[in-house]
C-alpha cells in the first residue's frame, strides 16, 4: 500500500465546516509508486486544490518487470498496474488488477473519484465505463469524478469497444501536455466524455504545476463536485433522520 491520506495543513472552509471532502483514489504512473505520485502531486498543487480533496494513494500490484523511467530522480521500490506488449494492445495480468482495484475501493473507500496518471489514467479513464458495462468495479458505489493526467485511450479493441461503449457523463478534468507523447491519444479519450474540464499546459508526459488560467479551470472543477458531494451528504442526513422518525 502507498501513502494513504491528504495533505497535512491547511484546511479549507467547507472542510472547517464539517462538510466531507471528496475522496479520490489515486493511481500512479507506470513503474513509479503510490508514494512517488504523491510527491509529484503535492509538491507541485498548491493547497488550495490538494486541502479541498482527500486523497488516497496506493500502490499497483505488481513489482516493476525493468527499469522505470524515474529511477535516480525518485527512490524505489517501483511497481506496474499491468503489462502489455509493444503495441499496447495485448495485456496481462489486467483482470487481476481490476480485482485489485476494486478490493483497494472497498477496504480504503468509500470513494467519490478516481485521479490517475500516466497508466494509472489510461486505467481512471476507463473504469466508469467498464463499471456501467458491469465488468468492473461491480461491489463499489459508482465512480462519480475523474482527475485524468496525461491520460489516453486503450488501444486494445477488446477493452475500447467496452469501455468507451456510451459517452462516459461523470464530471471529469483532463490535463493535456503540448509535448506529452500520449497527447494524441489523450485528445481521443476527451471525445469519449461528456462536457470535460481540460486544462492545457506546455510541458510533456508530467504532473503540471498549475499557472493562473489551470488553477481558475481546476477550482471550477472543483466547486462543481463539492456542490454535488455536498448535497448528496445533505441527502444522505435526511434519509437517515427518516429511518428514526
Known sequence: MGSLGG?????????????????????????????????????????????RLDLVFADAP???????DVEGIFDPPYYEWFQFDKNFTEYRNFDECLNYIEELMIKEGPFDGLMGFSQGSILSGALPGLQEQGLALTRVPKIKYLIIIGGAKFQSPTVAEKAYAN?????????LGDTDFLKTHGEKLIESYVDPFIIRHPKGHTVPRLDEKSLEIMLRFLDKIEKETALEHSSTDVDEKEMYL
Do not use: Y
Open 62 to 68: 505488481f513489482p516493476a518487470e525493468g527499469k522505470s
Open 167 to 175: 459517452n462516459i457523463k461523470c464530471p471529469s478534468v483532463h490535463f
Open 7 to 51: 495533505e497535512e495543513g491547511a484546511r479549507p472552509a467547507a472542510a472547517a465546516e464539517g462538510a466531507r471532502r471528496p475522496r479520490f483514489l489515486c493511481l500512479h504512473g507506470f513503474r513509479t509508486s503510490g508514494e512517488i505520485m504523491r510527491k509529484q502531486v503535492l509538491g507541485k498543487w498548491p493547497a488550495d486544490v490538494t486541502a
